[in-house]
């Protein structure tokens, strides 16, 4: 394997985006791809074995046309193009940098940050119907609440609808003081952050005032025929059967719907079914309807959250394992445990 120094040529102005505070960024670099980068004054030489010092070259590139473009570089940014330079993929994150969706109030550009994350915005775009799948911190109703805004602004629908399954608007909320929708904002607060966030809080006020914005529970929804909206129920994996059955029934004509869900975080009873899980199955192909899912890599909270998320998903898949092996001993030898026959052994009967 021959060893190979190149010198990648960065301006001095965007060196310090590049490399990151305290050269963070180059650290983890040389960290992932195993090479040597010294920085200097009109550059950085990378000193590795070829095939690295290529996809370090390439990771370089695409931080350096980040901070020409005046987006400013994270260590998502980092992680991702270095994620990415293992599938020979380095250019998507140029052409995800590209899809604006809209600007939030403080002029903040909204846009896909990963290719799953990417996948799901061109899928919204494209269908009537969306659901939108995956872990915390994926973007789901963050980038669906941006879809829905630039839509209402561009008159392409009349009214947001914003709607969530509020399992705890029973007797348990009994005790909070207020009616019934003061009892259940505290469910529909992420919503109204994220309105809050894109729209501002006084266009929000003046068309939620108009009747323009709705944000309900999904009981509200029954009995109603929703035309010419951009429609949103969030949490979805927290409704029954019937409710998800309800408020598919109430799409009516030049409206938009997105679907989003955690099918590993339900909240409903144990032992009862997810209506997120029966539509999945029941809407397998139909046209016009389209399933998105997202993983651990499309998170775009802090690096920890990604790093939480793939530490429980090794966890469920190792219950799920011990569970499966544990049910095969019982079919094997009916009435007894795994300890008892384990406790038998021991004494040789």
Do not use: W
Not at 217 to 241: K, V
Not at 248 to 272: E, H, N, Y
């Amino acid at each position: 394997m021959s060893i190979v120094e190149i010198t990648m040529d960065i301006p001095a102005e965007y060196m310090q985006a590049v490399c990151g505070q305290l050269d963070v960024y180059l650290k983890k670099i040389e960290r992932t791809l195993r090479v040597s980068l010294v920085p200097r004054d009109d550059g950085i030489k990378i000193i590795g074995p070829d095939a690295t010092v290529k996809k370090a070259e390439s990771v370089f590139k695409n931080l350096l046309e980040l901070a020409r473009r005046g987006s400013g570089i994270t260590e998502h940014n980092v992680d991702y193009a270095l994620s990415l330079s293992f599938e020979e993929k380095e250019e998507a994150i140029l052409e995800i940098d590209r899809d604006i969706i809209c600007r939030t109030v403080a002029g903040k550009p909204i846009k896909p940050k990963t290719l799953g994350q990417k996948q799901y915005v061109d899928a919204i775009r494209e269908k009537m119907i969306c659901f939108g799948l995956g872990p915390a911190g994926t973007g789901k109703t963050y980038l669906a609440m941006a879809m829905a805004i630039q839509a209402f602004k561009n008159n392409e629908v009349n009214r947001l609808i914003l709607t969530r399954p509020a399992i705890e608007a029973g007797e348990k909320l009994g005790f909070l003081p207020g009616d019934l929708q003061s009892k259940i904002d505290p469910y529909l607060r992420p919503l109204y952050d994220a309105l809050h966030q894109i729209m501002g809080a006084e266009a929000f006020q003046h068309n939620l005032e108009k009747g323009l914005i709705e944000v309900a529970p999904l009981a509200y929804m029954r009995g109603r025929t929703l035309d010419n909206a951009f429609i949103i129920l969030d949490e979805a994996q927290n409704t029954t059967p019937a409710q998800m059955k309800m408020f598919l029934t109430r799409i009516g004509f030049g409206s938009k719907v997105v679907i989003t869900g955690d099918v590993t975080q339900k909240d409903l009873p144990a032992g009862a079914v997810s209506g997120l899980d029966v539509a999945l199955k029941v809407l397998q192909g139909v046209d016009e309807i389209a399933q998105i899912r997202l993983s651990n890599r499309d998170v775009v909270r802090h690096p920890l959250v990604q790093k939480i998320v793939e530490a429980y998903e090794s966890y469920e898949k190792k219950e799920q394992h011990r569970e499966k092996r544990l049910e095969q001993h019982r079919r094997r030898v009916p009435g007894r445990s795994p300890a008892e026959g384990g406790e038998r052994r021991r004494r040789g009967l």
